[in-house]
């Protein structure tokens, strides 16, 4: 196995290359999602994968310490690593190689720069601005009730917010991560429909928390309202779970 290998775009170019370690996150955290690692289970040895995959063993380690910080694993000192649990995740299991580490990242870090924005959108919003975030909750939650693609639609909410910053710089970063945040919304989404009774209400309250903090100026509230929406969506996309 290469130590990295190209990833592609739609048209076919390289986008950048992925580190073997990523590989091996992935492809362990697509076997503990399909059920090959179960909860609570003892996973292999560092050496074990080095000898699988063909990887030294820092390689493997830096894979393994990327998911216990994820949460998706623990460790204990001279026992192992053992798979604290991710619930059904067959959701991930079509993801593109490379693409597990990235969309967990991302999740990551768009709590700390949505937080922020969000901050200062309650500080700096306008009512133009209210106007635009309450229309983009409003046909979100729409197309939520009625089952239909709504991936554009909470993107564009996330913006709004964002928008409401009056800071350009936020709004360009979102925009350049949109591929990555397109693919967690679209995962939130698949999830949603797999399980609606456990998921719909609760993101659709997350949002709306959003919202009233912005409107009551409450830059604290909607840093803390964004951010938990945001961990509490990966948390039911990577870990499996709902949280209330």
């Known amino acids: 196995m290469a130590h990295e290998i190209a990833m592609l775009s739609a048209d076919n170019s390289p986008v950048r290359r992925v580190k073997l370690s990523e590989q091996i996150y992935d492809l362990i955290y697509q076997r503990i999602a399909t059920g090959q690692y179960a909860e609570s289970s003892r996973l ?15 390689t493997v380690r830096e894979a393994l310490i990327a998911l216990r910080e994820d949460g998706v694993i623990s460790s204990r000192h001279r026992i192992g690593y053992f798979v604290l649990g991710t619930g059904d995740q067959n959701h991930l299991r079509f993801l593109p190689l490379g693409s597990l580490a990235d969309v967990q990242r991302c999740f990551l870090f768009r709590i ?35 089952k239909k693609p709504s991936v554009d639609a909470d993107y564009a909410f996330h913006l709004a917010v964002i928008e409401a910053s009056h800071n ?8 350049s991560l949109i591929n990555h945040v397109r693919t967690g919304m679209s995962l939130c989404r698949r999830l949603s429909l797999e399980q609606p009774e456990l998921h719909l209400d609760q993101m659709k309250d997350e949002h709306q928390r959003v919202v009233d903090a912005v409107i009551a100026k409450d830059g604290t509230a909607a840093r803390q309202a964004i951010r938990y929406h945001l961990d509490a969506s990966r948390q039911r996309v990577f870990l499996g779970q709902h949280l209330l």
Do not use: M
């Not at 969000?118 to 009730?145: G, H, M, P």
């Open 168 to 175: 350009r710089f936020f709004g360009s970063t979102i925009r």
């Open 44 to 58: 292999p040895s560092e050496s074990e994968f080095a000898q699988e995959f063909q990887a030294s063993r820092p």
């Open 112 to 146: 700390s720069l949505e937080g922020e924005a969000a901050f200062y959108a309650a500080c700096n919003r306008t009512d133009e601005d209210i106007a635009s975030i309450e229309k983009a909750a409003s046909e979100l939650s729409d197309l939520v009730d009625a």
